[in-house]
């Protein structure tokens, strides 16, 4: 069984900084690729930020230039700096994770628990 713990949300004002953290844990081979998803409320989740084992990045255009994610491939972690952060930011934030597990071998798509963000004044 794998599982991804997510940690940083909290409430931050327009203009600020946060920093959300992802540990994967459990019996893991390998992870192809780790992100962050949001959903806001009465909205779809969609995808924030994406980073492969290879260190390719990928970004929603809402959050270019605002936004970074970077991974420890050995730690198994996955970060999102988020900075000059909106109001529109606002949403629970969900890590994933594309994992290769090692007992049984199969591939698997896991999720975190979802780490509420909310910018407001």
């Known amino acids: 069984q794998v599982q991804l713990v997510e940690s940083g949300g909290g409430l931050v004002q327009p203009g600020g900084s946060l920093r959300l953290s992802c540990a994967a844990s459990?019996?893991?081979?390998?992870?192809?690729?780790m992100g962050w998803y949001r959903q806001a409320p009465g909205k779809e989740r969609e995808l924030v930020a994406r980073?492969?084992?290879?260190?390719?990045?990928n970004y929603a255009d809402s959050v270019k230039g605002r936004f970074t994610i970077s991974r420890d491939n050995a730690k198994n972690t996955v970060v999102l700096q988020m900075n000059s952060l909106k109001p529109e930011d606002t949403a629970v934030y969900y890590c994933?994770?594309?994992?290769?597990?090692?007992?049984?071998?199969?591939?698997?798509?896991?999720w975190g628990q979802g780490t509420l963000l909310t910018v407001s004044s």
């Open positions: 994933n994770a594309l994992v290769l597990s090692a007992t049984p071998i199969r591939r698997l798509e896991v």
């Open positions: 980073i492969t084992s290879g260190g390719s990045t």
């Open positions: 459990g019996s893991i081979f390998s992870i192809s690729a």
